[in-house]
């Protein structure tokens, strides 16, 4: 039975080491040293072009190395061969992490406090408590309800918005675009958790923007395609929105031109909000593996025709 890695590099050393304790029986391979492609029976894998994948006959199951899923191209990989996504701790603790690092650096007004550093200037800002904030989160999925659950523990006001209607404890829930509007006009902070779809590309425009009360924040930590960068620029020049931060960008890498890096209300981060720890999701994927043998469903199967 052969595996593939072939993802981040300077992860690949902890992924083998793990095979290699806890399933002696499996042939785990790390991309360059792939011997025969024939043997391959399981790919883990952050791109999958075409042609690689058509290099892989025997392929039974592709595991993206990440928790999205839209860089894949569906059509290259042929329908009998399930496509899972990354669904493990690290990925979850690393989002709540950051998203909570933003929430709370908007809510206690640190980009204030920075920007003030070069004058020496000491200007104490009001510091409303975070029962008086309303955070929002589009995407209720793994991580939106991960993240919801922890700020929770803050004490803001939570909303969350879905495709479908999710219940989470002490947060109010909205579904649908019919309820889009009702989500936004309370949020002081909105967040986007959301996956990237035909449908959900470039759903933060000034639209969304303009439904957002005065002096809002928005933290997208989803893909950058999902922001229109235009849109966000026009709402933070007119004063409509407060600040932006801005974990994914479109394009990645951000070229040094770009506008954003020296937007004094946008903070940009690398694609950095979460990324999967292989000391977490090796047991993960090892479960997984066990469930495919066994025939039972694998835990983070993509439907094909919803896009994530
Ligand atoms: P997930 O579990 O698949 O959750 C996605 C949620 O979005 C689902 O609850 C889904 O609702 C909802 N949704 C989908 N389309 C929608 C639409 N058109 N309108 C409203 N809601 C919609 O995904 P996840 O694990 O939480 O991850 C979310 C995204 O985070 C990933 O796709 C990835 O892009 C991003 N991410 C970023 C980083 C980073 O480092 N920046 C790291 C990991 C992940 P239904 O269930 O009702 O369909
Ligand atoms: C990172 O962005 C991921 O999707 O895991």
């Not at 104490?124 to 309303?134: H, K």
Request: charged share 20%; net charge negative.
């Amino acid at each position: 039975m052969s595996i593939l890695y072939r993802s981040d590099a300077p992860r690949a050393a902890a992924w083998a080491s793990y095979f290699a304790e806890h399933a002696t029986d499996l042939d785990f391979r790390v991309w360059p040293d792939a011997g025969n492609l024939e043997e391959v029976e399981y790919l883990i894998a952050w791109q999958a072009p075409a042609e690689f994948i058509a290099a892989l006959p025997n392929l039974k199951v592709l595991f993206s190395s990440g928790a999205g899923i839209d860089h894949v191209d569906f059509s290259a990989i042929p329908e009998h061969i399930p496509i899972v996504r990354m669904v493990e701790p690290g990925i979850i603790d690393g989002m709540i992490e950051y998203v909570s690092l933003a929430v709370l650096a908007l809510h206690r007004d640190f980009f204030d406090y920075v920007s003030m550093q070069p004058t020496g200037t000491w200007d104490p800002l009001e510091v409303p408590p975070a029962s008086s904030r309303t955070v929002g989160v589009m995407g209720l999925g793994v991580l939106g309800k991960a993240v919801l659950e922890r700020l929770a523990t803050f004490g803001f006001r939570l909303r969350g918005w879905n495709r479908s209607p999710r219940q989470i404890v002490g947060v109010e829930s909205f579904a649908g675009t019919d309820q889009l509007q009702q989500f936004l006009v309370g949020c002081d902070i909105l967040i986007c958790l959301l996956p990237l779809t035909e449908a959900t590309a470039g759903i933060l425009d000034r639209k969304i923007f303009s439904s957002l009360p005065k002096g809002a924040s928005i933290i997208n930590v989803a893909r950058g395609l999902h922001l229109v960068n235009e849109d966000l620029l026009e709402a933070l020049n007119s004063g409509h929105l407060s600040r932006a931060i801005l974990d994914v960008t479109d394009p990645e890498p951000m070229p040094p031109e770009h506008p954003f890096w020296r937007h004094p209300r946008i903070f940009v981060t690398p694609h950095v909000a979460s990324m999967t720890q292989p000391e977490t999701a090796a047991p993960i994927l090892l479960d997984n593996l066990r469930r495919h043998w066994r025939g039972e469903p694998l835990i983070g199967l993509i439907d094909r025709s919803r896009g994530y």
